[in-house]
């Protein structure tokens, strides 16, 4: 059996040893522990870190990076095995967002934001497959309660992620659901 890939979002912003980089960091050990490969932006932040906690386990880490970020002066993390590199953004974005077989979001800015709405929007058309997608931390808690009104975000939508407190209850119940086979949400969408 192939292994699974998970795709991370998170933020650039966060230096090591910053609460949001260590969590990112454990949620790449622990990724790596239970047999996931690790896929993230490829930069800095919560993308390093989640790629170095998973390199520390013994897991593979690939990233996803893009010629823009290069002009830029931007450089992938050094704790790579694989970068997937895009001549755009949107090409980038598009793959982050569809290539893996689940999918968590970390704390993060406008990129992450970006990739989560995306993905969302995405598994609620059902143009992506349906497949785990974690949400960790009260932040995102948060952004969700401001954005439920049942006349634009349905039950069933919201139905389509699921937050978490914790890098330990995401990990467990990824693997749960991976285990399970469990398609996340039913019913039409549109």
């Known amino acids: 059996m192939r292994q699974r890939v998970v795709s991370v979002f998170g933020g650039h912003a966060p230096a090591p040893g910053s609460a949001d ?13 239970a047999g996931f490969i690790v896929m993230s932006g490829g930069y800095g932040g919560t993308m390093e870190a989640v790629s170095r906690g998973a390199r520390e386990a013994g897991g593979l880490a690939i990233g996803v ?12 993390n050094p704790y790579l095995d694989v ?6 953004l949107f090409q980038r974005l598009h793959y ?4 893996g ?11 992450t934001l970006s990739e989560m709405a995306m993905a969302w929007s995405l598994l609620q058309t059902r143009e992506l497959a349906p497949r785990p997608f974690l949400l960790i931390g009260a932040r995102w808690r948060r952004l969700l309660e401001a954005y439920h009104d049942p006349l634009y975000i349905r039950e069933e939508d ?18 749960a659901m991976m ?12």
């Open 158 to 175: 919201l139905g389509l992620l699921q937050v978490v407190g914790s890098v330990e209850e995401a990990v467990l119940r990824l693997q």
């Open 179 to 190: 285990a399970e086979g469990t398609p996340v949400g039913s019913g039409p969408r549109g």
């Open 21 to 33: 980089y260590e969590m990112a960091r454990e949620l790449g050990r622990r990724l790596a522990e």
């Open 96 to 99: 982050l967002v569809t290539a």
């Open 65 to 76: 990076t893009v010629d823009l970020f290069d002009r830029w002066g931007l450089k992938a």
């Open 101 to 111: 077989d689940a999918m968590v979001a970390l704390p993060g800015g406008i990129g």
């Open 83 to 88: 970068e997937i590199k895009f001549p755009t």
